[in-house]
Each structure stands twice: as C-alpha cells, then as structure tokens.
C-alpha cells in the first residue's frame, strides 16, 4: 500500500465530473477492469469490459490513439492502477478515476446493466 500512495503517477486520477465532460464530448474510451459479473451489474454506461486479468491479451480492442480512463470498485481498489500501468507501457495514454462506479451513479450519472458486448 505504501507504494500506491507514494508514487505520484500512480495517483494521478480524473475526477468523476472531468470524466463526465469527456466522456458526453467523446474525448475518452472508459474502460470498466472489475470482474466480468461486477460489470453485469451495473456499470457507466458505455464503458468497455475488459477485466484487469484480461487485459494483456486484449489490448488490440482498444483504438489506437485514444486516451483511456480505468476504473473499478473505488478509490482504494488497485485494478485500475495496475491497468493504467500497463496501459501506459505499451504507449497508450492512460489515466484513472478517482473513484468508482459507485460514486458515478451516486451523482445520478447513467450506469447500466448487463452482459458486456463480444
């Protein structure tokens, strides 16, 4: 835990609001890394589901050039950290929420339910 709070990049996060400009502008790609079933759900609508677990191998569903936006369960779960880590080190312009869906839907903002598209 130490290591998440003392590497700076490591915090650097969008906030639910930022997130939710750009993604009505369709500035971002949001990528949901929770468990297939957490994202079932209920997730922020739009997102793509690619749980943490598969993400290596399924780096190519992301468009090339695209800024991505991770989350998961909250601000201490550290999917989303670990995602942009390695996001970033193939080249892809990643950042994390802050917070999680959770507090998406708690602002009233549009999560959905169901089964991620193939």
Partial sequence: MSDFYEDPDGLEAIDVETL??????????????????????????GAVSIPIGELEERLQELPPGREVVTYCRGPYCLFSR???????????????????VAEWEERGLPV???????
């Fill in 20 to 45: 939710n400009r750009r993604v009505q502008q369709g500035d971002v790609i949001v990528l949901d890394v929770r468990p297939a079933d957490e994202y079932a759900a209920g997730h922020i609508s």
């Fill in 82 to 100: 670990q995602a942009v880590e390695r996001l970033r080190s193939h080249g892809l312009r990643a950042y994390r929420m802050e917070e999680g």
């Fill in 112 to 118: 959905s339910a169901g089964e991620p598209s193939t």
